[in-house]
């Protein structure tokens, strides 16, 4: 499908089509609270996007900054999904920051290998009411 066979697409519409979100009910109800913005503004889910646009989404913990490649209506693999948008270099930067320092601060959160006995429960009990 290319650029001329499809003349306007809505934002929600095309965050679907990307894979960004499992239904058109999500993408709709993440624009309307404002989680998603198209080319820096806040907009509303029947936007018409062009190819050349910027979406800032969120994707899991991080915020990822897309500009638009092709403009679809019809939700297809993920690699053609894929194929849809080029992610900034920025964004890209600023994900991998923000997962070495998830992976950082995992390695410093301890997790006992099995449940407290029960003198080891009291002890904890004793240090929490002091």
């Given at each position: 499908?290319?650029?001329?066979?499809?003349?306007?697409?809505?934002?929600?519409?095309?965050?679907?089509?990307?894979?960004?979100?499992?239904?058109?009910?999500?993408?709709?109800t993440a624009i309307q609270a404002?989680?998603?913005t198209y080319n820096g503004q806040?907009?509303?889910?029947?936007?018409?996007?062009?190819?050349?646009?910027?979406?800032?989404?969120?994707?899991?913990?991080?915020?990822?900054?897309?500009?638009?490649?092709?403009?679809?209506?019809?939700?297809?693999?993920?690699?053609?999904?894929?194929?849809?948008?080029?992610?900034?270099?920025?964004?890209?930067?600023?994900?991998?920051?923000?997962?070495?320092?998830?992976?950082?601060?995992?390695?410093?959160?301890?997790?006992?290998?099995?449940?407290?006995?029960?003198?080891?429960?009291?002890?904890?009990?004793?240090?929490?009411?002091?």
């Amino acid at each position: 499908m290319s650029d001329s066979d499809v003349k306007a697409v809505r934002l929600d519409k095309w965050l679907w089509a990307a894979r960004f979100f499992k239904t058109r009910g999500l993408a709709r109800t993440a624009i309307q609270a404002g989680k998603v913005t198209y080319n820096g503004q806040r907009s509303k889910p029947a936007k018409i996007v062009e190819v050349g646009g910027h979406i800032v989404t969120p994707r899991g913990y991080d915020r990822m900054e897309v500009e638009i490649v092709t403009v679809s209506e019809q939700r297809r693999s993920a690699t053609e999904a894929q194929a849809l948008y080029r992610e900034t270099s920025e964004s890209e930067a600023k994900r991998a920051e923000n997962a070495e320092a998830r992976k950082l601060n995992s390695l410093y959160n301890p997790h006992p290998d099995k449940r407290p006995d029960k003198k080891q429960r009291r002890e904890l009990i004793h240090f929490k009411n002091q």
